[in-house]
C-alpha cells in the first residue's frame, strides 16, 4: 500500500469522502466533501470511483511527501500546486513517485481545493465512511484534521495502471467549475416560509448577502438586509437539510453546511439547491450572494443533467483502466491502443 | 385550521411530513410510526429518515424519484402508519449523581426555585422523560416532561466546557450532554454512560421513543 507523510499542515486539512449517510437521526451529521463536485471531478480523473475519499485543503495548503508511486490530482480552488517545486496543472493526474513532494499553496480563487489519489485514501471508515467530524471525532485519523507528520494510507494501483490514467487528455473545460467571489443561489423557498413577512421574502430574494468571516463547515454566516419573522423567530427543533438557510432572531441568515448540526429550531426561509452548494463551498468571506427562487422540479433537472455530465466523464475514461473482482480476488485491467 | 399531515419540501432532496405543531406524544408516536412503517417497507429507498418533535424529514435522491411520486407515497404511508400499534417505550436507567463538582449548579436551581437541593433531586429523579428526539450534537436527547418546579433559566453567562455525561436543566428543558462542549445550561449532575461512544455499536446510548430516568446514586 502506498501512503504519503504530511511535512506542512494547510490551514485545515481533512480527509473527506461524499459523507456519511444515515445517521442524522441519531445526531450525527453526514459531513463529506464541501465541494462534493470538485471532489467527484478528482476522483473521475484518477479513475477512482465516486466514493473513494480524498484530501480537502482550506484556503492555504499543507507540503505531502509520498512514500510510493500513485498518481493524484487536484481539483476545486486555484491552490498553485507544485511537484518537486516544479508547478504542475490541476485536473490533470499526475504521476508522483516515492519521495516526490506536493506543495499547494494560498488559494488565488476559491475556498477549498481537493487532493484525489488513485485508489483513494485508505483510512478506517467509521459508520460507513471515512469523512472527519471534527466536533464528534470520528473518520479522518483519529477524528482529526490532519497533523505534521501523520501517515495518510493510500489505495495502491499497479505501475502501468498509473502510468495509464497520466496519459489520457485534459478534460473538456465545461467540467471545469468557474469560481467566483460573487454568485446567484437558486432555492428553494419554505419550509417556513409562512412565519417570514412578505416584505422578508421579497428582500431575501432582491438584496445581496455577504459571506461573514463567521463561517466554516458547520454553517456560513451571512450579513445583509435583516429579515422580520411574522410570527416568534422559533420553531419546534426539527431536522435540517444540507443548504437550509435559518433565520435567528437577528435575522440575518445562516446557511447550514455539511458538518451543520442535524436539527435546528429557527425558521427556514428556503433551501439552496444542491447543484449551487459547490459555490458556497469556494465562497470566501466578503464574497456576495443573490438568491433566487426556483420551483423542485427546474432543481432535479439540474441534478440529473449534473450526474449525467459525470457519468460520461467517467464512461469516456474508464474505458482505458479499471478493476475488476474476479473470485474475490482484485484486478487491475489496462486496456491499450495497439 | 391546518389540516395535518402537511408534506413541504425541504430543498431538492428533502421532504418534510409535518404533524400538529406541538410538542405532545400523541404527535410524536405519529412520527415515529411513519419513520418505523419507511424503514420496514422501503428500507434502501431514503438516504436519512430524521425524527423530531412533530415532523419526519424524508432525505430522498431525485435521481430514483420525482417530488410528486414521493408525496403521494408518503400520504399512503401515513394512512398504513396510523394503523399501526404504538411501539412499547424502552425504559434507559441513567445513574446519576447529583450536585457536587459535577452538579455545580444544583443549589442555584434549589434557591431559584424557593427548594431544597433534596427537593429538586427528589423531583427531577422521580419523572420517566421521553426521548421525543436525538439531535443538535451525537446523541443528545431532546426530553420531554420536566416538573415546572424546578424550570430554571439558562445561565447568563455561558460556560466555556460543559464534560460530557453532565445533566442539565435549561427553561423548561432536561438534558445530558454527549460531548465535551460549551453550554448554558444548569448542570445539576452527571452520568458516567457515555452517550455517544464512536467505537460501540451503536455509538448512540439513546433513540426516540426511549423512556429515561435519572436514579440518583
Given amino acids: ?338 | 385550521m391546518e389540516s395535518y399531515p402537511r408534506f413541504l419540501p425541504s430543498g431538492d432532496c428533502g421532504l418534510v411530513v409535518e404533524f400538529e405543531e406541538e410538542i405532545a406524544r400523541t404527535v410524536n408516536d405519529k412520527v415515529l410510526a411513519l419513520q418505523a412503517y419507511l424503514m420496514q417497507a422501503n428500507p434502501r429507498v431514503f438516504r436519512e429518515l430524521i425524527p423530531s418533535y412533530r415532523a419526519l424529514l424524508v432525505e430522498y435522491d431525485p435521481l430514483y424519484i420525482t417530488y410528486q411520486k414521493l408525496e403521494a407515497y408518503l400520504h399512503h404511508a401515513c394512512e398504513q402508519a396510523r394503523n399501526s400499534t404504538p411501539q412499547p417505550l424502552e425504559l434507559i436507567i441513567i445513574p446519576t449523581v447529583y450536585g457536587g463538582e459535577f452538579g455545580a449548579d444544583l443549589s442555584f436551581v434549589a434557591s431559584y426555585n424557593s427548594l431544597t437541593p433534596e427537593d429538586v433531586i427528589a423531583i427531577h429523579s422521580s419523572v420517566d422523560y421521553p426521548v421525543y428526539m436525538i439531535g443538535f450534537t451525537p446523541g443528545f436527547p431532546y426530553l420531554g416532561g420536566l416538573d415546572s418546579r424546578i424550570a430554571c433559566p439558562r445561565r447568563a453567562t455561558p460556560r466555556m466546557k460543559i464534560v460530557a455525561g453532565s445533566i442539565g436543566i435549561a427553561g423548561n428543558q432536561t438534558g445530558i450532554y454527549p460531548l465535551d462542549s460549551p453550554g448554558g445550561w444548569q448542570i445539576i449532575g452527571h452520568t458516567s454512560l457515555q452517550l455517544f461512544s464512536p467505537e460501540r455499536e451503536p455509538a448512540v446510548l439513546l433513540r426516540p421513543g426511549n423512556l429515561v430516568r435519572f436514579v440518583p446514586v
Fill in chain 1, 1 to 338: 500500500m502506498s501512503s504519503i507523510e504530511v511535512l506542512r499542515r494547510g490551514l485545515l486539512d481533512t480527509i473527506q469522502d461524499q459523507g456519511r449517510l444515515g445517521y442524522q437521526q441519531f445526531g450525527i451529521p453526514c459531513s463529506g466533501a464541501m465541494d462534493n463536485y470538485s471532489l467527484l471531478l478528482g476522483n473521475s480523473i484518477v479513475g477512482n470511483s465516486p466514493d473513494e475519499a480524498g484530501i480537502e485543503i482550506t484556503m492555504t495548503g499543507p507540503r505531502l511527501r509520498f512514500r510510493g508511486d500513485t498518481v493524484f490530482s487536484v481539483t476545486g480552488g486555484t491552490f498553485s500546486p507544485t511537484l518537486n517545486e516544479i508547478q504542475i496543472p490541476m485536473y490533470r493526474a499526475i504521476l508522483a513517485k516515492k519521495d516526490d513532494i506536493l506543495e499547494l499553496g494560498t488559494a488565488l480563487q476559491g475556498m477549498r481545493g481537493y487532493i484525489a489519489f488513485g485508489g483513494g485514501v485508505q483510512s478506517p471508515k467509521q459508520m460507513g465512511s471515512r469523512s472527519t467530524y471534527m466536533l464528534g471525532r470520528i473518520g479522518g485519523l483519529g477524528g482529526n484534521p490532519l497533523q505534521i507528520g501523520d501517515i495518510v494510507p493510500l489505495g495502491s494501483l499497479p505501475y502501468k495502471h498509473l502510468v495509464c490514467l497520466t496519459k489520457r487528455n485534459a478534460i473538456a473545460n465545461d467540467f471545469i467549475p468557474v469560481i467566483e467571489d460573487e454568485v446567484i443561489l437558486r432555492v428553494i423557498l419554505g419550509p417556513e416560509l409562512e412565519r417570514f413577512t412578505e416584505q422578508a421574502v421579497s428582500n431575501f430574494l432582491r438584496y445581496e448577502y455577504c459571506l461573514t468571516s463567521q463561517s466554516n463547515r458547520m454553517g456560513l454566516r451571512l450579513a445583509g438586509e435583516p429579515l422580520s419573522h411574522s410570527r416568534s423567530a422559533d420553531i419546534l427543533s426539527a431536522g435540517l437539510s444540507l443548504g437550509a438557510v435559518q433565520v435567528p432572531g437577528h435575522g440575518q441568515p445562516i446557511i447550514m453546511m455539511v458538518d451543520r448540526q442535524t436539527t435546528g429550531g429557527y425558521p427556514r426561509i428556503a433551501n439552496v439547491i444542491s447543484v449551487d452548494i459547490p459555490k458556497l463551498a469556494q465562497l470566501r468571506p466578503g464574497g456576495r450572494m443573490r438568491f433566487q427562487a426556483v420551483d423542485v422540479r427546474v432543481a432535479h433537472s439540474l441534478i440529473a443533467q449534473e450526474d449525467q455530465k459525470i457519468d460520461s466523464l467517467r464512461r469516456a475514461w474508464g474505458s482505458t483502466a479499471y478493476q475488476v473482482t474476479m473470485d474475490g480476488q482484485r484486478f487491475s485491467v489496462v486496456v491499450e491502443e495497439i
